[in-house]
């Protein structure tokens, strides 16, 4: 049977079978046995520190004891979240740091800074609570995992018992009567050996089950609160803004600059000139007049496609199909333009939809090579979806440099999204979500 090489051939041994053997079970395993001693350690650690601060708080010195205790308890976080990353392969963003209050330095600020932070009061919550999973965990996987392959491998080492104990067998009951019970037929030499291997297979789910656990504990208490990562991700969307907002307006001022002031200054001098030669050469002043009209007309065309190019008439005034059936109309491709939209979004959201599709046409004018191209716009729930699809000769990316990639980032500025499909040799289909938002 051929295997595509853009898959992972499929395993011939079953999940169950392959688990006690695999390299995550084992990677979990230690780190449930390592939390014991580490949860032990964070733990006297934190009732330490919390008991000894509050204890000292009739005096002022059970304030900065306290900061001390968080303090450690973002230390422990961080070894903590060092060991799931790597023995259970969880990504963990960094939390928020301590920032004291702008304009305000100092030991005291730091200190109300971080009595103030949340991280670091989930950080010492993790430490105390931490410790009654990791008690459980590391019994129930030890004795398992000891047990079971204990079981499983009976029938390799029951030699020992008669040849250096003096016994048959493993010895499973004694009444202290003289009455006990052995490991030491064949038959129950083989049901140990089957009950062994049912436990080495369970075992390694039970231990997954009780690293998911403390994969949770380790995101939702070591990890950035959802409000700081959406903050976080509000900040970088505000550059983005910004950059491109400044970006916009060095494009606006060099096309002004190069295009229509250039022409203009140029057309002031032309009829400086004229109206020199008007009593002279009235002829020659006439065809420069004409000439400048020319140049009027091209200054006027220039200021309409710049004007265009900051927000066109027809989007404000007719909305976002007939603008872009315009914008469908002058790219080189011949491309067929849908839109299906009850009614119009918020002008910032046509706007942003408008921008879009014209750059990706632009994309395919210059790029694509393609014969024909498709534009789709339509409403999914709460989303306007874009779609510009072509039939060139595709290979487009996102990756980091390319123009695509600017403009994820700018549709991720507004919460919106980009995907691109796009194998090489073609086709071509960039797909674009932005938020709904009513006028």
């Not at 330095?105 to 103030?116: D, N």
């Not at 789910?205 to 959802?226: E, H, K, N, Q, T």
């Amino acid at each position: 049977m051929a295997i595509d090489k853009g898959q992972a051939a499929p395993h011939r041994v079953p999940a169950v079978l392959r688990a006690p053997l695999e390299a995550r079970t084992w990677r979990e395993f230690l780190y449930l046995l390592l939390s014991f001693p580490m949860s032990v350690l964070t733990f006297v650690y934190a009732v330490t520190m919390v008991s000894l601060g509050a204890g000292l708080l009739i005096a002022f010195i059970g304030v900065p004891v306290l900061a001390a205790a968080l303090l450690g308890s973002r230390a422990l976080g961080a070894v903590e979240r060092v060991r799931a990353r790597a023995l259970l392969g969880v990504e963990i963003a960094e939390p928020e740091p301590v920032r004291p209050p702008k304009g305000r330095r100092g030991p005291v600020a730091w200190t109300g800074a971080l009595l103030k932070s949340g991280t670091s009061w989930r950080s010492l919550l993790y430490c105390v609570i931490h410790l009654p999973w990791a008690v459980t965990a590391f019994v129930v996987s030890l004795t398992l995992w000891a047990v079971g392959w204990a079981l499983f491998l009976y029938p390799a080492y029951q030699w020992m018992y008669p040849t250096f104990w003096g016994r048959p067998g493993m010895q499973m009951y004694d009444d202290g009567d003289g009455t006990a019970f052995f490991l030491d037929n064949p038959f129950e030499i083989g049901v140990t050996c089957a009950v062994g291997l049912a436990l080495v297979l369970i075992t390694p789910w039970i231990i997954r089950g009780l690293a998911f656990g403390d994969r949770m504990l380790v995101l939702g208490l070591l990890g950035p609160s959802p409000l700081a990562e959406r903050v976080w991700e509000l900040e970088e969307d505000r550059g983005v803004v910004v950059d491109t907002a400044a970006a916009d307006l060095r494009r606006i001022e060099r096309d002004l600059h190069d295009g229509a002031q250039a022409r203009l200054v140029a057309l002031a001098m032309d009829l400086g000139l004229a109206k020199e030669k008007l009593e002279e050469d009235p002829e020659a002043a006439a065809k420069m007049v004409d000439e400048a009209h020319g140049e009027v007309k091209l200054a006027l065309q220039e200021l309409r496609d710049l004007a265009r190019g900051i927000h066109p008439a027809i989007l404000t005034d007719r909305g976002l199909g007939p603008a872009l059936s315009a914008l469908a109309a002058r790219c080189t491709v011949p491309v067929r333009a849908e839109v299906d939209l009850t009614y119009r979004p918020a002008p910032a959201i046509e706007g942003i939809a408008y921008f879009t599709v014209s750059e990706l046409l632009q994309n395919i004018s210059k790029h694509s090579g393609a014969r024909t191209a498709r534009v789709d716009v339509w409403r999914s729930e709460n989303r306007v979806m874009l779609q510009v699809s072509d039939d060139g000769r595709g290979g487009a990316s996102t990756d980091s440099g390319s123009g695509l990639a600017g403009l994820a980032e700018r549709l991720g500025s507004v919460d919106g999204l980009l995907v691109v499909d796009s194998p090489v040799g073609g086709p071509t289909a960039v797909t674009a979500e932005l938020p709904w938002r009513d006028r």
